[in-house]
């Protein structure tokens, strides 16, 4: 998994509410395991019109935030089922990290084992994190997961919450199996030798 220490990059305001799995992925792309591909069905009833043409008003088919790694969203982002393929799409399409003042728990979860960061910061500083985003080109923001801040264009500086467990698996990309080798490694090592020496037949 790849890791998450600083992005910088131009963020896009998604100004919905309760945003749910099947908004960011429509079940007809839920088919495959595969974790790439799925980019081209980010929120596509949204992002695509009946004949499949582009819909220009849907904010990552905008000029300037067709390339968007950052995506500023409205309360309880991720509710709905629990589809994985949805950080999936996500990260495949470029979103490295969401910010909201709330998501949906099993959402949440899903997003430390698949490189992306939800990053939790107050309603206030949310209104302010989407006036910037609102610039267009010059959205740029940095989210800096060490210091666990958001840098704005104009070097305003917001905090977000995250539990120092998920903030090292991001920052080391490892997802539950890789924390699990990387902190058992020795035991589960040694117990294996152990088990051979003792059942050889095994």
Avoid at 154 to 179: A, C, T
Avoid at 193 to 199: C, F, G, T, V
């Amino acid at each position: 998994m790849q890791k998450f220490t600083t992005l910088t990059g131009v963020a896009a305001p998604l100004e919905i509410i309760n945003v749910d799995t099947d908004m960011i992925i429509p079940k007809q792309y839920l088919k495959t395991i595969k974790r790439t591909g799925l980019g081209k069905g980010l929120f596509s009833e949204m992002r695509y019109n009946e004949d499949g043409s582009e819909n220009p008003d849907f904010i990552l088919n905008r000029p300037g935030y067709r390339e968007a790694t950052i995506l500023v969203a409205g309360d309880n982002f991720g509710c709905g089922s629990s589809r994985e393929h949805a950080p999936w799409a996500l990260v495949d399409f470029g979103i490295r990290c969401v910010i909201s003042t709330s998501f949906a728990d099993i959402f949440y979860n899903n997003c430390f084992n698949n490189g992306l960061l939800p990053a939790i910061v107050s309603r206030e500083d949310l209104v302010r994190l989407f006036d910037d985003a609102k610039r267009g080109p010059n959205a740029t923001m940095t989210v800096d997961l060490e210091a666990q801040e958001i840098r704005g264009p104009d070097g305003g500086v917001v905090k977000f919450q995250i539990d120092p467990q998920r903030k090292h698996k991001l920052l080391n990309g490892l997802d539950d199996i890789g924390e699990t080798v990387a902190t058992r490694g020795p035991a589960i090592e040694a117990y294996e030798k152990r088990i051979a020496a003792e059942r050889p037949w095994l």
